[in-house]
């Protein structure tokens, strides 16, 4: 099953900036296939169900072999059955209907 998740992962404990943990984990998606979209607050990525979460799964395991003790990790996913759902048919879906 395709899926588009949005991952929000928050090292904890490595003080205020944890860009580079952020970008260890956009290296883990590029390297297994994915075009990931980092945006403020999160990552957007698609793909097979099973390859998003092994994903998740490195990115945490890189993450703590980096040092990190403690991360929390809130994940929002979408999956649909009546079109081949992406991240970018869903935002041109938006700006056409915002005539953006």
């Not at 984990?25 to 403020?40: I, K, L």
């Not at 979460?53 to 999956?79: D, K, P, W």
Request: hydrophobic share 40%; aromatic share 4%; proline share 2%.
């Amino acid at each position: 099953m395709k899926v588009v998740a949005d991952i929000s992962l928050s090292p904890l404990g490595v003080g205020a900036s944890v860009s580079n943990y952020i970008a260890e984990c956009e290296r883990v998606f590029t390297d297994v296939g994915m075009r990931p979209n980092v945006h403020a607050e999160g990552t957007e990525v698609e793909g097979d169900w099973e390859q998003v979460f092994e994903a998740v799964r490195s990115c945490h395991e890189r993450l703590h072999a980096m040092g990190v003790e403690h991360i929390e990790t809130n994940i929002r996913l979408s999956t649909r059955t009546d079109v081949d759902e992406s991240i970018t048919r869903a935002v041109e879906s938006v700006r056409e209907k915002a005539g953006v």
